[in-house]
């Protein structure tokens, strides 16, 4: 079964503060992904990485960055965390190519305060 | 841009059939995906389709795909309350994949 895990399930932070996010996955997968998710508003593409090293900015980018290491880890940072990111993130990997099913952590509710 | 689009709410009783739909936009997609998110967790793939199919069933699950409106629809068969949760589909656009906004489903007892 393909494993994908955050490092944490909730986390609560200060205004400013810097915030890594971690994500690991256990298959191999060459792409991954971190979304935001918010009541009313679905999923949203921060960035994703389609190969180490490599990233591309999704809808809403602005205020995180990423990295990409290692091929099973993907980070999410938060430079100067603002109160307007609290929010459910979710991180996501999958190959790429066949089905491209995203197959998704537990994901971590960030309250920045 | 593209836009998936989904009722954001269902409500039915314990027992019935439940039906989710969906609209979307690339008709170049070739799979076309529904998820199921169970509160405070991620999202799980429950079944996907592939897009030259118009319908696909696995259990209680019966997916309908109609290209010609771009119209994606989930069937739930006899509806439990472990079936409340958020429903997502999706469609791929390459190697991504474009979410729809959800629909939360609550199945009463």
């Known amino acids: 079964d393909v494993k994908v895990t955050q490092s944490s399930r909730y986390l609560v932070k200060r205004t400013g503060e810097k915030v890594f996010l971690e994500c690991v996955q256990d298959?191999?997968?060459?792409?991954m992904f971190w979304y935001r998710q918010d009541p009313g508003l679905g999923l949203r593409l921060i960035y994703f990485?389609?190969?180490?090293?490599?990233?591309e900015k999704g809808d809403i980018p602005e205020g995180y960055s990423v990295s990409r290491e290692k091929k099973e880890r993907f980070s999410l940072i938060l430079e100067s965390a603002s109160t307007n990111q609290t929010s459910m993130y979710l991180c996501?990997?999958?190959?790429?190519?066949?089905?491209?099913?995203?197959?998704f952590g537990p994901g971590t509710r960030l309250t920045v305060t | 841009g593209e836009d998936v689009e989904q009722s954001l709410f269902l409500s039915v009783r314990e027992g019935d059939s439940s039906v989710i739909n969906c609209t979307y936009t690339d008709s170049s997609s070739t799979y076309l995906y529904w998820y199921k998110q169970e509160p405070g967790a991620g999202l799980q793939l429950l079944t996907y389709?592939?897009?030259?199919?118009d319908m696909k069933q696995d259990q209680r699950l019966t997916v309908l795909l109609n290209k010609k409106d771009k119209h994606l629809s989930l069937r739930i068969a006899d509806t439990q309350t472990g079936d409340s949760a958020i429903y997502f589909c999706a469609e791929d656009a390459g190697n991504m994949l474009t979410f729809g906004g959800g629909t939360r489903l609550m199945v009463k007892p």
């Open positions: 996501a990997s999958s190959l790429s190519q066949g089905t491209y099913e995203q197959y």
């Open positions: 990485s389609y190969d180490v090293k490599m990233k």
């Open positions: 389709i592939f897009s030259n199919m």
């Open positions: 298959m191999d997968h060459e792409n």
